[in-house]
Each structure stands twice: as structure tokens, then as C-alpha cells.
């Protein structure tokens, strides 16, 4: 059974970098027919997906335009974890962060297995 | 605005069934066979009910359905049941953005 675990502050201040970890258990980061995204909900947003990366001989990275210039996300091999980077943050931020496995194969866009969530509050 | 147009709420009797829309163009829902549905209780995690339009996951039940006619996606759960009760939300590939886009979420209230 695949599960993931999320970790990370609940409270960043405006400008600095907004940092999460996604711990996997059952599965491997590597696993070339997975893909890990992370998602964020909000109130005025709704569901956004945010970006992905996977393996297929080496590593994928995509973003949503919307963070392209903010956004890191860091595969973990030794840890089997994946971490997300969000630079910058505003309040338009504050969101409950998901990460979630796109597990069925290519083209890797239905998210099969979801972390717990991080309620993450931009305010100073 | 979320991308995918949902109705706010819908309801149903248990034993009912009832079926929730998904309203996209044909750049998204209707060029693509990449539609999926998620239950999300509240403080829970959300679940996959339906990929690629209809294909149901390992160990979800068959009350649940998907379909698509043109740029429009439906759910449709059978037999209600009252732990049906939760949001639900769509997502589709969408050509614009090369990624997924999802509906504004629908919240079904057994009654």
C-alpha cells in the first residue's frame, strides 16, 4: 500500500521560500511508471495543480505557468522522498498543499494515492 | 474561477442516483480521453473514483460511473448511500496550460 506523508511549517512569512517534504512508503521515487506532483487548494483557487517530476531514464521536471519562476521540485533517492520549493510566497498563497502519485502509467495525469495535506498560511 | 464548470451542490435520496456535470471546451474535456473524478471528504486526503473518463480504480465501487459527451464530463453514483456524501471534483488534461485543470468541486448532500 502505497502511502504518503507530508511534513513542513503551517505558517510562512510573505517573501520568504515556502518549503514541504512528501516521504513515500510502498513505492520508489524511481519507479519509471510514477509521477509526483504536488497540489494546492484554496478557498479562491479551487484545485491547482502545481508541478511534477518523474523518471524515465533520468528525471522530468514540469510546472504550471502560473509558479514556473517559484517552483522547485527535488526528488529525494536516498530519502525515497520528494520535496517542493516555493519561492517568494504572498498570502495568494496560503493553501492546503497536497503532494499526490500519478501511479497508472503514462501520460501519468490521474493522482492515484494523495499525502495528508499541509495547511500552509502566508502571513508575517 | 476554476477552469472545469461544476454545479455547487447536488443531492439525492439514498437508493438514488444522481449525476454531476463537468463543463469544459474543446481544448481540454473534449479533445481528451484524460478526465478524472476525486471524493474528498472533509480533512481527509482525496481519492481517485474515475480515470480516463471511465476506467474505475482497484477497490472502488461499481455505483460509481463516468462518461463524456463532447466537451462535457459526468459522474453518475448509484444506489446513494450516505458515506457517498462529500465534495467531488473533476480534473482534465487541458492543451492550453500542457497540464490538468480541475472543476470547481461539487458538494453532494445525501439526504
Known amino acids: 500500500q502505497v502511502q504518503l506523508q507530508q511534513a513542513g511549517p503551517g505558517l510562512v512569512k510573505p517573501s520568504q521560500t515556502l518549503t514541504l517534504t512528501c516521504a513515500i512508503s510502498?513505492?520508489?521515487?524511481?519507479?519509471?511508471?510514477?509521477?509526483w506532483n504536488w497540489i494546492r487548494q484554496s478557498p479562491s483557487r479551487g484545485l491547482e495543480w502545481l508541478g511534477r517530476?518523474?523518471?524515465?531514464?533520468?528525471?522530468?521536471?514540469d510546472s504550471a505557468i502560473s509558479v514556473k519562476s517559484r517552483i522547485i521540485i527535488n526528488p529525494d533517492t536516498s530519502k525515497n522522498q520528494v520535496s517542493l520549493q516555493l519561492n517568494s510566497v504572498t498570502p495568494e498563497d496560503t493553501a492546503v498543499y497536497y503532494c499526490?502519485?500519478?501511479?497508472?502509467?503514462?501520460?501519468?495525469?490521474?493522482?492515484?494515492?494523495w499525502g495528508q495535506g499541509t495547511l500552509v498560511t502566508v502571513s508575517s | 474561477q476554476s477552469a472545469l464548470t461544476q454545479p455547487a451542490s447536488v443531492s439525492g435520496s439514498p437508493g438514488q442516483s444522481i449525476t454531476i456535470s463537468c463543463a469544459g471546451t474543446?481544448?481540454?474535456?473534449?479533445?481528451?480521453?484524460?478526465v478524472s473524478w476525486y471524493q474528498h471528504h472533509p480533512g481527509k486526503a482525496p481519492k481517485l473514483m474515475i480515470y480516463?473518463?471511465?476506467k474505475r480504480p482497484s477497490g472502488v465501487s461499481n455505483r460509481f460511473s463516468g462518461s463524456k459527451s463532447g466537451n462535457t464530463a459526468s459522474l453518475t453514483i448509484s444506489g446513494l448511500q450516505a458515506e457517498d456524501e462529500a465534495d467531488y471534483s473533476c480534473?482534465?488534461?487541458?492543451?492550453?496550460?500542457?497540464?490538468?485543470?480541475f472543476g470547481g468541486g461539487t458538494k453532494l448532500t445525501v439526504l
Open positions: 480534473c482534465s488534461y487541458s492543451h492550453s496550460s500542457a497540464s490538468v485543470i
Open positions: 517530476t518523474y523518471y524515465r531514464s533520468k528525471w522530468y521536471y
Open positions: 499526490a502519485r500519478a501511479g497508472n502509467g503514462y501520460p501519468n495525469w490521474d493522482f492515484d494515492y
Open positions: 510502498g513505492d520508489g521515487v524511481s519507479n519509471n511508471r510514477a509521477a
Open positions: 474543446s481544448s481540454d474535456v473534449g479533445d481528451y480521453n484524460l
Open positions: 480516463e473518463v471511465s
